[in-house]
């Protein structure tokens, strides 16, 4: 019983390193993986080469590549690609790590 208690323990220590967790503003409707997310604050969760934006019951999901830049960035910046009258999302900074999310 115990070894089981310990292994479930282990198992959820692992997966909670492996996600990170963050929060993102939206200022404008904003297309990710193709879903149209509206302006308001978003919880971002990062997974490896993937990120789920979610805010209630509205999110999506999209391939990201992680870069880490030279110094740390001083806030959260999105920045966006507008094509066809549409912000889709390029890029998110996240503020206070060296951490860079690029689209595909």
Do not use: H
Not at 77 to 103: A, C, H, M, P
Request: zero cysteines.
């Amino acid at each position: 019983m115990t070894r089981k208690v310990l292994l479930t323990f282990a198992i959820f220590a692992v997966s909670a390193v492996a996600a990170k967790s963050y929060t993102v503003t939206l200022f404008q409707p904003s297309i990710v993986g193709g879903a149209e997310l509206q302006p308001g604050d978003y919880k971002l969760d990062l997974n490896e080469s993937k990120v789920v934006i979610r805010s209630g019951k509205k999110s999506a999901e999209a391939d990201v590549k992680v870069e880490t830049a030279d110094q740390k960035f001083s806030s959260t910046s999105v920045r966006y690609q507008n094509g066809d009258g549409k912000y889709r999302i390029q890029e998110i900074r996240l503020g206070g790590t060296k951490t860079k999310l690029v689209f595909n």
